[in-house]
């Protein structure tokens, strides 16, 4: 089975860090693109990040325009392992982080095309 784990979310202060995890367990990951979403109460899920697979593609990566310069997303294929590094963070992005896998390995931020979708972890950021 395909299942995307994420993990690392938390309370953090604003203008702190936190690094969330996209485990794969069951498949690699490099044959997928990985995306990171997040959703807020009454929200609309939005994409945050990706990076395409560098097997089937370029390995390339894209970011919503909020967090460009902020946060980061990359591959260990060795742990097989997608981390999103989220530094600077600010309140409005206190949201609910999904780990998503595409196979066609492209990525995009739009989220309807991801094949497979992990169990989202909380990150609150709050003083």
């Known amino acids: 089975q395909v299942q995307p784990v994420e993990s690392g979310g938390g309370l953090v202060q604003p203008g702190g860090s936190l690094r969330l995890s996209c485990a794969g367990s069951?498949?690699?990951?490099?044959?997928?693109?990985i995306g990171w979403f997040r959703q807020a109460p009454g929200k609309e899920r939005e994409g945050v990040s990706y990076i395409s697979s560098s097997s089937v593609t370029d390995g390339s990566t894209y970011y919503l325009d909020s967090v460009k310069g902020r946060f980061t997303i990359s591959r260990d294929n060795a742990e097989n392992t997608v981390y999103l590094q989220m530094n600077s963070l600010k309140p409005e992005d206190t949201a609910v982080y999904y780990c998503?896998?595409?196979?066609?390995?492209?990525?995009?931020?739009?989220?309807?095309?991801?094949?497979?979708w992990g169990q989202g972890t909380q990150v609150t950021v709050s003083s």
């Open positions: 998503a896998a595409d196979a066609s390995g492209i990525g995009t931020l739009y989220p309807l095309p991801y094949d497979y």
């Open positions: 069951g498949f690699t990951l490099d044959y997928y693109a």
